[in-house]
């Protein structure tokens, strides 16, 4: 069998028991094993097999039995992970994916009797350097080393296990309960469990995941939490089966700010989502912008300088705004404010490093005494006054983009870094570099939310570049919906929670997806004017007009002559094409707002639609008089002029509008009213500037027969028309 087959096979028995159609299951896992030596998994599945038989004949007979559903449930557990474990066993002989070739080839790693192992040789690290302190760091690379090259083996080890023994889960318990590990080396450990639930479902880690969740440090509950939520996303319908394992993680649910911190994870990730948007924005707009402008930025100061009127140039701030510059500076401020990944274009191109060809680096945090590291920045981590360190300490790069940076400042000359880090910095450090500033930054770094961040900004990393990057599941590339998750959506129903989630997808442009939400907290009874006049918004993009119209009549109702609500209702009916309507929403704008120009085009536009031009040109004629040169009243003007019988009016300002930039419609309403005056040559000329510009014979045609029945109206003979176009050139 191919990988190919094997996957095709194993979905086939997933699918069969998500619909609950056990026999046939295990039907096609009996086969499925058939391909397998493992004699072990086929006598639980006989077992399997036998208990089933039993439970139908009894329910036949029908013998009552209250722990049917229970059973049935345990079988269908059991079926599924015999299922996970025998397409493992499958790939293992035939794929050429690096997890299976570890689970192929153990021996390739260190042998390292098992997770108590690593964990004393772990806990005796902290030891080991401090003794090294003491002999002035005799042997430092020695220790180094083996403490790295531990990382390795647990990660990989932990990774390629698909299924913990109780002896694996008590040690791995251990690993939790440490008080002389180093936090680095369980967040890895971690990530390791994440990563090989990710491959294979296992109980016992979902488990310890939730043990994770109570850690004290908040880089280990938040990388748990994260992990958590990945799990809980890739198997929606598999907890579900585990009855202990559900309630578990319900009665987390029961924990308000929980339940908050789950819906932060949330939002974050469908944050992470944006990233290849931004990622577009910054090098297609903000980077291209500031290279074009660099000579402006060098003589800016951005706030961190005594204010010294002599000091700036006031042309150099005008020359900063009329670039441009200043407003994308602005925007890649606010999402780095929002916690939006703005570096991913940065650093993509920054992991090529050999660091980043072993998998367990682009999860281990940042360390400044890793042997990568620390003969960068020096043996005394603790020291906070350079501009390097502050900057690795601060929250503004994860942990995977604080290592690609310092390997490529290590690149550099003298020179050069120095000059790179004084740019990243205000040209004045005086303020950067004081005490309150730099511990406001370390505050940030070890906020819960900024731990997760980075965090997810590390995993997007991991999935978009790492070098076996086609052999993972990358989550981040799917719909995430966790509101919809069947072990998550009670525990994110409270309204401010889903309302959180909707607002950002409404904000990032995302409709149909906020507009389920919105749709959620409305059948609820739970909706306000806010979330009916965002629901009416997205209806309104997705061209639903009626049901926008609903929305937001729900809206007014709750929050009356709101000016907004009453401008997209007005929309909507034009959209609609009920025109009275239209304007009667129109006239409640007009009414608080009796010189808002836009209100005015469009009810002017919709008296002509009605053909009440005398009316629709007093709206015109007050555009006209409230802005200068403006166009589209101009154009109102023309056209409402002539169909009225005023042509010279008509023709007054049609030819204001061709002396600045009129379109193929101007030239063809121009032409209308010429041929009408009775000037047929002026006429001609018009048209066959309208059919120049129009891009083609067809379209020119096809505009000119929409005015066909107005310019007969105003008596142009039909039998002149073919003449007329014979004329345009």
């Known amino acids: 069998m191919n990988e190919q087959s094997i996957q095709k096979q194993y979905n086939q028995i997933v699918s069969f028991l998500e619909e609950k159609r056990l026999k046939e299951a295990i039907f096609q896992l009996d086969a499925f094993l058939h391909n397998s030596n493992d004699w072990t998994l086929r006598n639980r599945l006989e077992q399997i097999q036998t208990s089933y038989r039993y439970m139908l004949q009894y329910m036949r007979l029908g013998m009552k039995d209250p722990e049917r559903q229970k059973l049935y449930r345990q079988l269908v557990a059991d079926t599924w992970e015999i299922a996970d474990q025998t397409r493992l066993i499958l790939l293992d002989e035939v794929s050429t994916h690096y997890y299976h070739s570890l689970r192929r080839n153990p021996n390739q790693l260190p042998k390292v009797s098992d997770i108590s192992g690593l964990q004393k040789i772990l806990e005796g690290f902290t030891d ?12 430092l690379d020695a220790i180094l080393k083996r403490h790295e090259e531990t990382h390795q083996v647990m990660f990989l080890m932990t990774w390629s296990n698909s299924s913990w023994t109780v002896e694996e889960a008590v040690q791995a318990q251990n690993m939790l309960r440490s008080e002389t590990l180093a936090v680095n080396d369980l967040c890895l450990f971690v990530s390791a469990v994440t990563l090989s639930l990710m491959e294979c479902f296992d109980e016992r880690k979902v488990n310890w995941l939730l043990d994770g969740l109570q850690h004290t440090n908040p880089h280990v509950n938040q990388r748990a939490l994260v992990g958590l939520v990945f799990i809980l996303h890739l198997y929606p319908s598999r907890v579900l089966l585990y009855p202990e394992l559900e309630a578990r993680i319900s009665l987390y649910g029961e924990d308000p700010n929980f339940t908050k911190q789950l819906n932060r994870v949330y939002i974050q990730l469908l944050r992470s989502q944006e990233t290849e948007k931004i990622d577009k924005k910054m090098r297609e707009e903000i980077i291209p912008e500031m290279m074009r402008n660099v000579n402006i930025m060098r003589n800016m100061k951005f706030g961190f300088e005594e204010t010294d009127e002599n000091d700036r140039n006031p042309d150099w701030e005008q020359a900063f705004e009329q670039s441009g510059l200043g407003d994308k500076i602005r925007e890649m401020n606010e999402l780095q404010l929002e916690g939006a990944d703005v570096y991913m274009s940065t650093f993509a191109q920054l992991k090529g490093y050999p660091f980043f060809r072993e998998l367990h680096n682009w999860f281990y945090p940042f360390d400044q005494m890793h042997s990568s590291i620390i003969h960068l920045i020096g043996l005394n981590p603790a020291n906070d006054k350079s501009v390097f360190s502050i900057i690795l300490q601060s929250g503004f790069f994860c942990n995977s983009d604080k290592y690609s940076f310092c390997f490529t400042i290590a690149q550099l000359p003298q020179g050069q870094r120095d000059m790179m880090l004084s740019q990243m910095t205000p040209p004045d450090q005086t303020d950067f570099m004081e005490e309150k500033n730099s511990a406001g930054l370390k505050q940030y770094a070890v906020r819960p939310e900024a731990i997760s961040n980075q965090y997810i900004h590390d995993l997007y990393r991991f999935f978009k570049l790492n070098q076996h990057r086609f052999e993972f599941h990358n989550i981040f590339q799917e719909e995430i919906a966790l509101h919809r998750n069947p072990v998550l959506k009670r525990m994110l129903n409270d309204p401010e929670l889903l309302t959180a989630v909707a607002d950002f997808l409404f904000h990032k442009e995302h409709p149909v997806e906020a507009l389920e939400i919105y749709r959620i907290l409305i059948d609820r009874k739970q909706a306000n004017a806010d979330v009916f006049q965002k629901t009416g918004f997205c209806f309104q993009k997705e061209k639903r007009y009626q049901e926008a119209v609903d929305a937001y009549q729900k809206a007014d109702m709750l929050k009356p002559d709101h000016l907004w609500t009453l401008r997209h209702l007005a929309t909507c009916y034009r959209q609609m094409k009920d025109i009275d309507s239209a304007l009667e929403y129109y006239h409640r704008v007009e009414a608080i707002q009796p010189e808002n120009r836009n209100v005015l085009f469009y009810t002017g536009s919709c008296l002509a639609e009605e053909g009440r031009y005398e009316e629709a040109l007093q709206y015109f004629f007050k555009l006209d008089f409230l802005e200068n040169d403006s166009i589209k009243a101009w154009r109102g003007i023309g056209w409402c002029s ?46 066959s500037k309208a059919a120049a510009e129009s891009g083609s014979r067809n379209a020119f045609m096809e505009m000119f027969a929409r005015d066909r029945n107005s310019i007969l109206k105003q008596g142009i003979n039909e039998e002149d028309i073919p003449l007329m176009l014979d004329m345009i050139d």
Do not use: C, F
């Open 128 to 139: 080991e350097m401090a003794v090294s302190q003491l002999a002035n760091y005799q042997g």
């Open 642 to 687: 002539y169909v009225s019988g005023k042509y010279e009016q008509a023709m007054k300002y049609y030819d204001r509008i061709l002396a600045g930039k009129p379109l193929s419609t101007d030239y063809l309403n121009a032409g209308h009213v010429a041929w009408t005056l009775g000037n047929l040559g002026k006429a001609a000329g018009l048209y």
